[in-house]
């Protein structure tokens, strides 16, 4: 008899272990209250009193220089100011008027903010402008033609967008150090409009070509084609065409490449395409509102937003992981990442849940949904801070402390 239990006492000890390997219980991301408020600094005094100035967005630079962007509805109704943390001193750039602050015109290279602006009523020119944070004073100008605000920064070149021929788009390259600007791929195109096909381009570095650009094209004889073109070579290395984009599918608007993939994204589709070879790989339907939406891909996963859901997706096949109500209005969002969370219209998101980290640091007007939408906060991961400025108030609150 003794001999015979102690091989069913093995047994019941491997099935325990077994069960409990086995047994995987969701982890649900912790629930924090609130952020404490800390402090409100008023600044009426200071930024432009105007109802055609009313949207802001800010940015944080080494941890001490808040850059406040202070858009209106029209261009050439915008302004730029720069507050110092430590030293509590805020400056205006008076140099300039800029045009609309809210589009994709703003970048930052180390202690530098690099600003992009067209010609057009009260614009004298059109020019790249390169700012010294610390002194908010342009260091460098140079000089572009272009006819819209959208660039993308790559190490110490600018890429913007310059309309040639009705069949043509440039996509030009300076050199921010040496002020060289140059034709770095042109792009044909059958016509473009804003609502009907945004030409749009996404960076990634290779080891076999260098710098490199993944761009959305199309072609009167071939439909919306997807185009490799190597930037360090000046040569296209693969073109396909988006044959799952079809007739009954919107448009593709938005290209991401990430790793050895790149993304491609319509308002209610998206696939994915080897970054070597263009091909396809998989492509899934997002059923989001037919709204542009946007797109933000972190590690393994994809995260769009629409008007109406946040969801999350598999990088690797695109499955839904998890969708959640959007319970903030409009469609714009603002993915700026903290630690494991994106931050959606001032509400950070879990990447692993989706849930909310908190709904209600009520700092804005209830009344007033663009506040939502444009007042986008500054987030110092270090310090443990947000910063808001919302109806001419800064407010700075403490992150509660992860465990």
Not at 256 to 273: E, H, L, P, Q, T
Not at 323 to 334: E, I, R, T
């Amino acid at each position: 008899m003794k001999r015979h239990i102690f091989p069913l006492l093995f047994m019941f000890f491997l099935f325990t272990v077994s069960s409990c390997l086995n047994d995987k219980t969701d982890v649900t991301p912790q629930e924090l209250p609130a952020p404490e408020l800390t402090d409100t600094l008023d600044l009426s005094g200071w930024l432009t009193d105007s109802d055609q100035l009313s949207f802001y967005s800010l940015k944080l630079v080494n941890g001490r220089y808040l850059l406040i962007f202070e858009s209106g509805a029209s261009i050439g109704y915008s302004n730029i100011y720069r507050y110092d943390l430590e030293n509590q001193q805020l400056i205006k750039l008076d140099d300039l008027t800029w045009g609309d602050l809210r589009s994709s015109t703003i970048s930052i290279k180390g202690d530098e903010l690099i600003l992009m602006r067209r010609a057009g009523a009260p614009l004298p020119q059109q020019e790249v402008a390169i700012i010294g944070i610390p002194e908010l004073e342009i260091r460098s100008r140079i000089p572009i033609e272009t006819t819209n605000y959208e660039h993308k920064l790559t190490g110490s070149n600018l890429y913007f967008k310059q309309y040639g021929s009705s069949a043509t788009i440039n996509l030009r390259e300076v050199d921010l150090e040496s002020g060289e600007v140059r034709t770095a791929y042109q792009m044909n195109r059958e016509y473009e409009k804003d609502f009907d096909l945004k030409i749009e381009w996404d960076f990634f570095t290779s080891e076999d070509y260098g710098n490199a650009v993944v761009t959305l094209d199309r072609f009167p004889e071939g439909g919306i084609q997807l185009i490799n073109f190597s930037l360090t070579e000046s040569t296209e290395i693969w073109r396909n065409p988006l044959v799952e984009f079809g007739e009954s599918d919107l448009k593709p608007y938005k290209v991401i490449a990430g790793d050895d993939r790149v993304y491609i994204f319509s308002k209610d589709k998206m696939s994915c395409r080897d970054l070597s070879t263009g091909a396809l790989l998989w492509s899934e339907y997002t059923q989001a509102a037919q709204d542009e939406h946007n797109a933000w891909l972190q590690g393994d996963k994809v995260f769009i937003v629409s008007d109406e859901k946040i969801a999350a997706y598999s990088a690797v096949d695109g499955v839904q992981i998890w969708s959640k109500p959007k319970f903030q209005l409009g469609p714009v969002a603002n993915l700026e990442r903290y630690e494991d969370y994106l931050f959606v219209n001032q509400v950070p998101f879990s990447v692993e849940a989706g849930d909310a980290l908190w709904t209600e640091p009520v700092l804005w007007d209830e009344q007033d949904p663009f506040s939502k939408i444009y007042n986008q906060p500054a987030v110092d991961l270090e310090a443990g801070k947000i910063y808001y400025l919302i109806d001419f108030k800064l407010y700075t609150v403490a992150l509660p402390p992860f465990e």
